[in-house]
């Protein structure tokens, strides 16, 4: 990756063009993205809890849909509050201690005794998960300037897009091949995200001025595009500049569709690929177990991330709208035709599966570098915070929703027509940001 080209005036000296700073950019950045690798083990494995829990407590797919909507909205002010938080305290700090205190919190939820301890603790998770993402986007925003920050953030989102894969692969190891019931996948796979948490605090630093280099930012340019922002501004006055932008609240509008349609995938293709519609096709007359089909999805998602800000930056000359209006209307398509396909069609079920993952995951990476685009890097956590607030306020609403359509209809394959209306309202909506 090629550091940025601005020269701007530092208190610090070595330029920002130097080699060792652009070694420094990707420990920086390699460091959050090994971090946030193993953050889903911590909060997307509960789709293959499920069964489970139903069996164990003998409720319903829409009360299990309301659990699951308990993390995202705690979630979601939890990145309201966090992104300010990481703005103040600083990203490396905020983001550490979220994986510490998220894999204690799944701990907590592998004890519960029944449906009420399990939605509060798995509420009380959603938070602590919340002081991951804009954190570390805040500190990766102090590392790269605007021309790099697509790419940047494709990497960011790609990390993510891994950590969904293995969410899903450690969650089918305990329970199909060690025979582990769902307790068990709240308590292995977030160790992993322990050792991330530590190995983030001890590896990552602050900005580049820590280092003794200069900053990548050019203050001219951030003054015309965002406005002046001083060092210490008060977390009220960041709060202030971010709401006060039309276009990321339009933004927010347009990925909180977006993320209803990747979470009604996350969530419930599990049980789609789980249920009794797709046990009949079993490894005996197909070389893939149909248990595993699921994973072709997260790692759809994960291309698909890594693509898109490489699209905004190189493609649409960093006009993110234009790559999230494209893979938005391709996900819409996509996701129809996945719902057409029959039943004891494996192989083709996998191909478009992961393109479903491709394009209803792909542009994140250009929502999250629309934020400092739109308001400054000093303001990344802030702005990263109050768009995924509406991101998972959306995905908390559909989770329900789509419980109650399977539950009513028994039919799993509902949820891609539900995917499919949300990824073209996104499509609709992110026209409007047109910058």
Not at 215 to 225: G, L, R, T
Not at 230 to 250: A, C, F, P
Request: net charge positive; with cysteine.
């Amino acid at each position: 990756m090629s550091s940025v080209n601005l020269n701007a005036p530092s208190r610090s000296g070595l330029s920002a063009n130097d080699d060792a700073f652009r070694r420094a950019q990707w420990r920086m950045l390699l460091s959050a993205m090994f971090c946030y690798l193993f953050f889903y083990t911590g909060r997307q494995t509960f789709g293959f809890a499920i069964p489970g829990i139903q069996a164990e407590f003998g409720v319903s797919k829409e009360t299990l849909g309301w659990v699951s909507a308990a993390l995202l909205w705690c979630y979601a002010v939890g990145q309201a509050i966090n992104g300010n938080l990481g703005d103040k305290f600083g990203g490396r700090r905020v983001m550490s201690a979220g994986a510490i205190l998220s894999c204690a919190a799944n701990w907590a939820v592998s004890f519960s005794t029944g449906v009420l301890s399990l939605g509060a603790l798995w509420g009380l998770n959603g938070y602590f998960q919340a002081m991951g993402w804009a954190p570390g986007s805040r500190l990766l925003s102090n590392w790269f300037g605007r021309h790099d920050r697509g790419r940047v953030f494709g990497y960011y989102v790609f990390a993510a897009g891994m950590a969904s894969v293995l969410s899903f692969v450690t969650s089918l190891v305990v329970v199909h091949t060690l025979h582990l019931d769902w307790r068990w996948i709240f308590r292995l796979p977030v160790l992993l995200m322990l050792i991330g948490g530590i190995a983030f605090y001890l590896i990552a630093r602050e900005r580049p001025e820590d280092l003794g280099f200069k900053s990548p930012h050019d203050d001219a340019i951030n003054v015309e595009q965002a406005g002046r922002v001083e060092d210490d501004e008060t977390s009220w006055q960041r709060y202030k500049g971010v709401l006060k932008n039309w276009r990321l609240l339009v933004g927010g509008l347009a990925i909180g569709f977006q993320n209803a349609a990747r979470y009604g995938l996350l969530i419930w293709v599990p049980v789609h690929f789980l249920g009794d519609n797709w046990a009949k096709a079993s490894a005996s007359t197909s070389v893939i177990d149909p248990k595993w089909i699921s994973i072709a999805l997260p790692v759809g998602m994960a291309i698909g991330a890594a693509t898109n800000g490489w699209v905004s930056d190189k493609i649409f000359g960093s006009k993110r709208y234009l790559a999230i209006v494209l893979y938005m209307a391709l996900a819409t398509v996509v996701s129809l035709y996945m719902y057409t396909i029959p039943r004891e069609e494996i192989y083709l079920g996998l191909v478009v599966l992961f393109l479903c993952g491709f394009f209803v995951y792909g542009p994140q990476s250009s929502f999250w570098a629309l934020c400092p685009d739109l308001v400054g890097h000093k303001r990344a956590g802030t702005a990263v915070g109050v768009m995924n607030f509406c991101a998972y306020l959306f995905a908390g609403l559909g989770e329900p929703l789509i419980g109650k359509f399977m539950d009513t209809h028994h039919d799993t394959s509902l949820v891609f027509l539900i995917v499919a209306a949300a990824s073209g309202a996104s499509a609709v909506v992110a026209l409007f940001i047109r910058r």
